[in-house]
């Protein structure tokens, strides 16, 4: 065991050197200094080892206190009347959904193909160590978590005890279950999105009880945590008798083509955009007259239409529910009713952080270039600039087109609410209407242009373009602070259209003028 | 037709893989371009087809009509992974090839799948459902369609089977008139057999190896001490 857990932070150690080596040599002060030898020096590595380890330890801490911080916050601010009890709600419910989707020995990673399939180590004892270490990880992270907040914020410890040893347990579980199902089923079940979709959203709406004042007893949390220690003691027992570990993960590691440069999370993108053989049945009606680059796109949307509109249809889904508690909220309860009425009247510009999350961009220009671009740039005439233009107008019209339904559900929900909370001005509710939708233009431009001008995907969806990361996050960035501003509804809509129209307008120039040198192959 | 290399470099960091190569390929014929695993042979035709920035270098296609520069639709470029639209079927591919360049159309749709010997049934499946020959069959099928004057054939014929090979090779070898074709591959038989040239990177730099009088096993042995010779393996 001992040899297995060195072995591995070996391994974990020396990635991180060699990331450290590589980002270093990016920088142009050091490219000079610093060849490609550094690679090699063993003595080197070997000194700065024990840093590399504090640095691995440090960021695993930090990772799990900025998860649990962001938590206890957010259902401090969400729920400033019963935070405690909310929160150990939240908490129970968050640490079901990791039971479900928590899966350490079905992921695959590169330390795991070198242990496994590299340096043949002992599948049993890897996957026993392994585990063990991660269990008391998690043990020892979540005590100091609960430790601060008993500490400081005077929580009881025996909720906090109950929390901790149900992490602990339903975890044991939540990896025997689900290690079960592969065997039966040769998938990983969150494979099946609808079922993953169904239960992440049936559990998220569960957390959000607390909004409606509704919170777990402490009772529940009794049981919950027998039912965890006892179904956790037939699950270590089949944990430890699991004979096949290398044979699994071999099968999953070529499924997933890790060492291909692959790492699991571009693997799910790959799995989310790839076109199916069931797709492939177009009606006739959609194709009839269409030639070249037109029948090409047409051709391109119906058979993705089931993966591009999946998730806008899910979204559009969880906002109709979201409207329709809305409005049984404001209808019962008058502290609601002003708070929405608040919203409407100063704080309009929420809805641009709202289409930004919505927004689907990003998956349908995953999809575009997963499924065609990729192979299509490798063709001489595809990226002839008249081609890579009159394909972006027609894939701009199908991104709108794939972003509409949450949009008119957050479009038409508005104007219910707002007849509902008797502030229905129709010239306010016209302009409300357009600026949704050009904010959903907006959107589908901006990821759109982002694509065509930094084209960042490799042949794996793995984003290789730091610039467009940086341009992302900036976007998330800006929509949360622009979602801040308060001020009159009027007066927001006007000047955010201005800008939306000046920075299409001014994008769209840019696409014209450099795409047909930017879009290309990494 | 002569396509002519000139001072072209290419450097990976500080690893310089072609230096200074002056080269000219010429029309009617097949060239096998040969050389040790990694000595730059998918980045020489990388760098002719603009995939690549190169560090310096110029490319020229001389014609009846003038020597000019080399323009990327003047190639076609089957690479040794084929990759194609895999949510078209062939059919529909292929009929957006010819939709968007109809003026290239010389045949029916029908008669171009018998070119490459792909049946009625197999043009309607998904090209996701293609094997690795069949998508290699369309890659060479798009390039006869779009006729460019140079072809660029990286491992073509690896992994495919003997039948799919030897109709690729009597393929090739219809294509070749009014053609320059560059092939690269590692199978040295192969090179002797199909090829008009041959050709060999090393040392960063590309040479033809001359044939003359030699018979064909001293012409192996020739080939195979050159490419013994690269310094940078």
Redesign the interface.
């Known amino acids: 065991m001992n040899s297995i857990l060195k072995k591995s932070f070996e391994i974990d150690t020396t990635y991180s050197i060699n990331s450290f080596f590589y980002i270093l040599r990016k920088i142009p002060i050091f490219k000079d200094l610093i060849t490609e030898d550094i690679y090699k020096s063993t003595s080197l590595k070997r000194k700065i080892r024990f840093f590399s380890f504090l640095y691995l330890l440090c960021k695993k801490i930090l990772l799990k206190l900025v998860y649990f911080l962001v938590l206890f916050y957010s259902c401090q601010s969400l729920f400033p009347k019963n935070n405690m009890n909310s929160f150990f709600h939240v908490y129970f419910i968050f640490t079901i959904i990791g039971f479900f989707i928590n899966n350490k020995l079905l992921n695959v990673s590169k330390k795991k193909y070198i242990c496994l399939l590299l340096f043949e180590m002992n599948d049993t004892s890897y996957l026993r160590t392994s585990f063990i270490w991660n269990q008391m990880t998690n043990l020892l992270l979540n005590g100091l978590c609960f430790f601060m907040i008993i500490k400081f914020y005077h929580y009881p410890i025996s909720y906090s005890l109950i929390a901790i040893f149900f992490s602990f347990f339903t975890r044991v579980i939540g990896e025997a279950l689900n290690y079960m199902y592969y065997q039966k089923y040769h998938y990983i079940w969150y494979s099946n999105t609808r079922l993953y979709f169904f239960i992440l959203g049936l559990l998220l709406s569960l957390s959000a009880l607390p909004l409606i004042h509704i919170e777990l007893p402490f009772f529940v949390y009794i049981i919950l945590i027998i039912l965890s220690i006892v179904g956790s003691i037939p699950s270590w027992i089949y944990l430890w008798k699991i004979k096949n570990y290398k044979a699994v993960y071999k099968k999953i590691n070529s499924q997933v083509k890790q060492m291909d440069s692959t790492n699991e999370k571009d693997y799910m993108k790959q799995m989310m955009v790839e076109v199916k053989a069931k797709d492939k049945k177009i009606s006739e009606k959609k194709i009839r007259g269409k030639k070249g680059y037109d029948l090409f796109n047409t051709i391109f949307f119906e058979r993705h239409k089931e993966i591009l509109l999946r998730s806008s249809r899910n979204y559009g889904i969880i906002l109709i529910i979201v409207y329709i508690g809305l409005l049984a909220m404001i209808t019962n309860d008058t502290k609601w009713f002003h708070n929405i009425h608040d919203l409407y009247e100063y704080h309009i510009a929420w809805f641009v952080f709202i289409m930004y999350f919505m927004n689907r961009g990003s998956i349908v220009t995953q999809a575009m270039f997963f499924n065609c671009d990729h192979a299509m740039l490798r063709y001489n005439f595809y990226r002839e600039p008249s081609t890579i233009l009159s394909l972006f107008k027609k894939r701009l019209m199908t991104t709108i087109k794939v972003n509409m339904f949450p949009t008119l559900v957050i479009a038409i929900g508005n104007i219910i609410l707002e007849i509902v909370l008797k502030d229905f001005k129709i010239s306010l509710m016209i302009i409300q209407i357009l600026w949704i939708i050009s904010l959903n233009v907006f959107f589908s431009t901006h990821y759109l242009i982002i694509y065509y001008l930094l084209q960042p995907y490799n042949k794996d969806l793995e984003i290789k373009k730091i610039s467009y990361s940086v341009i992302v996050l900036l976007t998330y960035f800006i929509s949360y602070q622009v979602s801040r501003i308060t001020t009159n509804t009027l007066l927001f809509l006007g000047i955010s259209m201005i800008i939306i129209i000046g920075y299409i307008t001014l994008s769209l120039r840019l696409v014209y003028k450099l795409a047909p040198s930017t879009f290309k192959l990494n | 037709m002569k396509l002519e290399i000139q001072h072209l470099t290419k450097s990976y960091?500080?690893k310089e893989v072609l230096k200074d190569i002056d080269f000219i390929f010429e029309e009617g014929k097949i060239y096998g371009l040969l050389g040790r695993n990694g000595v730059g042979k998918t980045t020489f035709f990388n760098a002719l087809?603009e995939?690549i920035d190169i560090d310096s270098g110029k490319f020229f296609l001389e014609t009846e009509y003038g020597k000019n520069k080399l323009k990327?639709?003047d190639?076609?470029?089957v690479?040794s992974t084929p990759?194609?639209?895999?949510?078209?079927?062939a059919k529909?591919f292929i009929q957006?090839?010819l939709?968007?360049?109809p003026e290239k159309q010389k045949k029916t749709i029908e008669e171009y799948f018998e070119l490459v010997k792909i049946s009625k049934k197999d043009q309607e499946l998904?090209l996701?459902?293609y094997s690795h020959g069949m998508k290699n069959k369309i890659q060479i099928l798009?390039n006869m369609i779009?006729n460019?004057k140079i072809i660029l054939l990286d491992e073509p014929l690896t992994s495919l089977d003997i039948v799919i090979q030897e109709e690729m090779k009597k393929l090739l070898k219809d294509m070749k008139k009014d053609h320059i074709i560059i092939l690269s591959t590692h199978i040295l038989e192969l090179a002797i057999d199909l090829c008009d040239d041959i050709v060999i990177l090393s040392n960063k730099q590309i040479s033809k190896v001359e044939k003359k009088e030699l018979t064909t096993k001293k012409y192996k042995d020739k080939i195979i001490k050159q490419l013994k010779d690269d310094k940078n393996e």
């Open positions: 960091g500080e087809n995939d990327t639709k190639i076609g470029y690479i990759i194609v639209p895999e949510f078209l079927t529909e957006f090839y939709d968007i360049n998904l996701k459902e798009v779009s460019p």
